[in-house]
């Protein structure tokens, strides 16, 4: 297999790299993280325009028809600048769910205001109890006539606070680890019976939980067969757990990069740190992880996107993999920069942050162990 970047795609990574570069600036992504909306809706319409948001769509569905590969570079590329727009909370988590389960109508009216800018999706889907299993589901569906009303509470729903339109799962039948009997339904985010409280997280993104008191949801919302909805939402988790970790590995390069930067200026007994030999080491080893993290990334994406057994498998074997290497990576970063890389002021502990927060999502390490040596 090649590693090397095709044509379009050196052409997507370098529009990226260029917006980032040019236009988002650290203490631009410190003010949006501050503001109320939490990213740019500007920036999100430029987005549209240069045509990153139809990046993860088929050309059926009016979008680019890109690979997971493609999505990869879009997001290693906007983990380097700590874009806070919410592209895989709502392309990936919501927008390929309805690509997957919707109907022709439901995909054109929901896709198309999402590919045009003019609609944000979130996915709520986790719950309390999950510990990252997908298939837990407690929020409940009950037939009421030719509809349904929705109960439960959902926690962590990124993108929770800018969304026009939800993606929630409610259990139609069965038991709360039941894979079978979980409905999907496309849910106005201002129905009532719907509340919500928001809340920023560790790495200044935005989340909310929701809770849900005899929505009444029509069965014309529902979206694919809850016999088999099960697939879907893991085969949407792990294209994220692909986006997320490709972000990740764009976050660990600026945190390699910046760290031996800082270490060839800042002095100890008369010397630049990066003169000494055991730190010099360290960085060595920090360059290792993140080169065997890019190279694990690439070649199991296709595996991921061919789905199936081997596509889960692939998946908590990257995010495991990933999520070791970001700690030593993020560990270093803050301890070669001594107290500063504590701080707020430094970009380090920002890039930290985002991979704590990067790891913790679609289930912990534990929880990828445990699911890769269950699938062997």
Known sequence: MTFALTEEQQMLKDSVDRFVAQDYPFETRR????????????????????????????????????????VATVTEALGRGLVTEPWVQNLILAGRLVELLGTPEQRAEVLGAVIDGRCQLALAHTE?????????????????????????????????????????????????????????????????????????????????????????????????????????????????????CAEAIGVMDVLLQDTVAYTRTRKQFGSPLGKFQALQHRMVEMFVALEQSRALLLQNTAAVASGGTQARKAASAIKVHIGKSARLIGKEAIQMHGGMGTTDDLNIGHYVKRLLALEALFGDMDYHLDRYARLT
Do not use: H
Not at 211 to 222: E, G, I, L, R
């Open 31 to 70: 003010r949006l993280a501050e503001s109320d909306l939490g990213y740019s809706a500007a920036n999100w319409q430029t987005f549209a325009e240069l045509g990153w948001l139809s990046v993860p769509f088929a050309e059926e569905s009016g979008g680019f028809g890109g690979s997971l590969r493609d």
């Open 128 to 244: 309390r109890r999950a510990g990252g299993n997908p298939a837990c589901v407690g929020c409940t569906a009950t037939p009421d006539g030719d509809d349904f009303l929705v109960s439960g509470e959902k926690v962590m729903v990124l993108n929770g606070p800018s969304a026009d339109l939800l993606v929630v799962s409610a259990r139609a039948s069965g038991a709360e680890r039941d894979r079978q009997g979980i409905a999907l339904f496309l849910v106005p985010a201002d129905a009532p019976g719907i509340g919500r409280r928001d809340y920023p997280t560790i790495d200044r993104l935005r989340a909310s939980d929701i809770t849900f008191d005899n929505v009444s949801v029509s069965a014309s919302a529902m979206l694919g067969d809850p016999a088999s909805n099960i697939d879907a939402l893991e085969t949407v988790i792990d294209e994220a757990i692909v986006a997320t």
